[in-house]
């Protein structure tokens, strides 16, 4: 006799099978609909092999190119290694849709959530941290002993929702609303309420700064206020708008109520908010690999819709219901979503403090344990990230991109011979770059100097520019070209610019395949050369990763060491301390002479 969960697969199968059997006489744009469904409830029961067929036949006989990169994660998921490589040949720029919100649930609905909740433990187990997944429970229409407050605005959604923009840029929310916040936030509901949306920055999806008098985003992560200035552990939270705690001040979101409590019981534990809009498990997770995880972390993977399709001893559960609520928990709620008062995100962070506290009272291990980590999943993440660099080099390509491709045509040489190139801040140029530009001009019959144009250095961009330009003009192969918007900036390496101050993890995918794709092409370039720099981690990991992904594009790397002088290794940083003691004849010595004249006329 059959159990109720085999009778329930049996039953599942029935329906799938019947609907795919009347898919051949279905007009084609409903077809596109249903394949997609069926091949969405088929990832959900981990039948990868139904779901790529639907998929495929969408890609192969429909040619709808936006659904390129679902296939491919479901080969990779699929096991089936050859039939992925072939698809990765023919992606291009139309291989994804314009939507980037639509695509990013297109491939979150590619893997199956308990093989990505499984994937998560493993890995965060492997850093030696630990995990704590929680799923908020009974959210919308399954909330029973409604308020008055609560049946308002699930039954006024159009007030509280539709029409937020509206009441808030005015200052002039409804009642409720503005009974909610104290008196100090009772006229600034147009910062509460402003839009802080997520940007593609290198290979991950963060905020995009901002600044106002209640809400401060750095970097891409949100405030957290009473954070230590010193910590052994730390708590990071990943999550929606629900982490990013949406209307709310910097003070009142869940992550600084976490904090708060926390402090209460040790002040040695820094909790960080990593919270996106919009944030699908997925995205996270592919946020969490590029993060620095140390042992002893805490990892919180907060309220994602995903979770409640797993069935999983560790995904711990708060249920609405059982959470004393009154009348002012919430400041929106519709069917399916909810956004908590400050009243609710002080409550929900108690909450949720009660389940961290047990784990932060507990020692780490001395060594991570050994897991096996999907290998699977690690293919899809990395794709994922090729995903992100497609999409937003499709969005550039018919202004940025194409005015710098412009640029480039100006350079651009029929030598059938070696052509190189070398990648330089010069903050200010030193004899150690003249020493790396030197031997890769003898190592090449054309060099392409390519000075990084981000204005966030010390000194300006156009006076580094002309600096390179001058004390390379005895150089007769050397052509000096502006970075523009693909050499080291906030888009390609955020990380660079704060590599003095930073040893983070960081990725330098996107800055890669924007060299290969575009800039080497145009160029014709076929080397490239590197300062080795062993004691930043940042440029190391830009070093590693240049290694890695360029001889794909049949593109040499070369590191070359640097040079010293007395027992110290020549960098511009050095030439800043100089400066600032104004120490003109150490300077001197370590700088070509148009940068000593340059300091000389100017500081």
Known sequence: MLSKSQSYKLTFYWVLKSLYRLLPILPSKIKISKNLRLAELYVQNKDYKEATNLIEELVYKFKKNEFCFMLLNLYLMNGDSEKSKELEVSLDSTSESTNLVKSLDILNSSVNDSDKVAFIKSYIATKGASSVLIDVKSGGEHLTKLSKEERDLINNTKLYLKQRRDWSRRNSPPTYI????????????????????????????????HGSSVISVKNGFRATI?????????????????????????????????????????????????????????????????TEIKQGDVIVFFNFDEFKNVEDADVLSIDLNDVDRGGDFFIDLNARHCHYSPKGNKAMGEIVTNKLISILKSKSEPVPPQFDLDNRMLCVLEKFKYFLFRHTAQALESCEMQSYLELLD????????????????????????????????RSVDKLFIFVIEEDKSFFKFEDRFKLVIESTKHIGNVTVIRGGKFICTELTYPDYFDKETSEAKADASMEAWFFCEYIAKALNISKIFLGNEPKCQITQQYNEKMQELLPAYDIEVEIIERISTNGDVISASKVREFLASRDFSSIEAIVPKPTYQFLKENY
């Open 226 to 290: 009473g954070q230590p200035e010193t910590s052994d552990r730390r708590v990071l939270f990943f999550g929606a708008s629900t982490t990013f705690s949406y209307g709310m001040s910097d003070k009142n979101t869940i992550v600084s109520q976490v904090q708060k409590n926390i402090n209460k019981v040790t002040d040695n534990v820094r909790v960080e908010n990593h919270g996106v809009l919009g944030m699908n498990l997925l995205l996270a997770m592919n946020n969490l690999v590029q």
């Open 178 to 209: 503005k009974s909610i916040y104290s008196k100090d936030e009772q006229n600034k509901f147009d910062e509460l309420f402003s839009d802080v949306l997520p940007i593609v920055r290198a290979t991950k999806v963060s905020l995009s700064d």
């Open 410 to 441: 100006q350079h651009a040489t029929d030598n059938e011979g070696v052509i190189g190139s070398v990648a330089v801040n010069c903050n200010p140029i030193t004899k150690g770059h003249l020493h790396l530009i030197e031997h890769a001009a």
